[in-house]
């Protein structure tokens, strides 16, 4: 397959490895994706509650998406301007919000709560890649595999911090969680409040990255739009595939979801590492043709072997995103924050797709099939992988 050639990506502002901020800015992301993780284990009680479809109850996924649409926003703004308190306050925000699920008792009403969250999930996720590719020296897939497995680590404990938190308090209970990302944001504002989140050396115009935008966004738009379906099943129907189709208990979906996320942070570990050595590509190729194979054997096997099954789709499902987010950050090395807004919105789209058409799925013709097909579209992601136009760090 015929693929350009772009220039080589140029060093970060900063050349050397900045340790301490990069694991600051990665422990924001463990606390603040902990409490965005609360959706997804709580969606069978709240599809008991409120008698809904599966797709209108997987739908609920998509207005905490929805705000991504202003990552472009952000991103442009983050690129020119420092947005360090937006890091600051969106664990505390987050975490307020998250918390306050069993609060509510209408569709509409979490809808709008989740709209909100949303917000603040898109305050915090477009600037904050691009500080950790800045103060991550040359070894930006390094800094972006520690950010992006810190963010998988919060959403494998998630799930289980909000079931144990229903166990012991009930639905209506879980707002006394909200206390731990203010804390979070304490501890935040020590640590960052005199980092600038502005890069050293502002962007060029938007007529200046079109060209590049033209040339690799194709290919990052098909790898999004057919990994998404993969992704969902996973991410946003698991537990409620473990409840409905294996009988398995609220706490036990949601280990299920804690299991797969728990690979996933390993994997997450390593393949932003392995990418920087062995080139994105080459990776990215293997991730997304081992993830739909364990997915159909995940369908296929007995009880034993679902955990083990489970995870293997975290190391290949789930890894991928830093080496996609490094890629990003290497592509447009002048223009990080938006280049990552619109990547983020791009996701958003898709993912927002591909929710309603499992949904859709599954209400149409059963759980079962919804996972299969969403692994047979899966498949096809390899194809936008090889699109992507070529430069050192993608052929390493």
């Not at 129907?237 to 409905?244: A, G, Q, R, T």
């Not at 932003?272 to 997304?288: E, N």
């Not at 072997?305 to 290949?316: D, V």
Request: a neutral charge.
């Amino acid at each position: 397959m015929k693929t350009e050639t772009v220039p080589t990506p140029v060093a970060s502002e900063t050349e050397g490895f900045q340790t301490g901020e990069v694991l600051t800015v990665a422990g924001a992301h463990f606390v603040h994706d902990s409490f965005s993780a609360f959706l997804s284990p709580l969606l069978p009680l709240i599809q008991d509650r409120l008698g809904t479809s599966y797709a209108a109850t997987g739908g609920l996924s998509i207005f905490i998406q929805l705000p991504s649409l202003l990552n472009p926003f952000l991103g442009y703004a983050a690129d020119r301007i420092s947005l360090r308190y937006f890091i600051i306050l969106a664990p505390a925000i987050t975490a307020t919000l998250s918390s306050s699920l069993g609060l509510v008792h209408s569709y509409f009403a979490l809808a709008l709560l989740l709209l909100t969250a949303g917000v603040s999930v898109a305050a915090f996720h477009a600037p904050a890649p691009a500080m950790i590719g800045r103060i991550s020296g040359k070894r930006v897939g390094t800094g972006m595999s520690i950010f992006m497995a810190s963010g998988e680590l919060g959403r494998t404990l998630g799930p289980l911090l909000v079931s144990s938190a229903v166990i012991w308090w009930g639905l209506e209970g879980i707002w006394r969680l909200a206390i731990l990302g203010w804390l979070c944001s304490a501890v935040l504002y020590w640590r960052l409040h005199n980092l600038s989140a502005q890069p050293a050396h502002r962007g060029g115009s938007l007529a200046e990255l079109w060209p590049q935008v033209r040339q690799v966004y194709p290919a990052l738009l098909w790898i999004l739009a057919t990994k998404a379906f993969l992704a969902v099943a996973l991410t946003t129907y698991l537990p409620i595939f473990m409840s409905d189709t294996k009988n398995a208990s609220l706490w036990l979906a949601a280990a299920s979801l804690t299991v797969l996320e728990a690979a996933g942070v390993v994997g997450a570990l390593a393949t932003g590492t392995y990418s920087d050595k062995l080139g994105r590509r080459w990776v990215l190729t293997a991730l997304y043709v081992l993830a739909p194979f364990a997915l159909f054997g995940f369908l296929a096997a007995p009880e034993p072997l679902l955990f083990p099954l489970l995870l293997a789709l975290g190391l290949t499902a789930i890894s991928p995103t830093p080496v996609m987010m490094a890629l990003v950050q290497d592509y447009f090395p002048q223009h990080r924050a938006l280049a990552n807004g619109i990547f983020l919105t791009a996701n958003f789209l898709t993912r927002a797709l591909a929710i309603w058409v499992v949904g859709w799925l599954a209400d149409s013709f059963g759980l079962h099939t919804a996972f299969l097909w969403s692994g047979i579209i899966g498949l096809t992601t390899v194809v936008g992988v090889w699109m992507l136009p070529k430069n050192e760090v993608m052929e390493s």
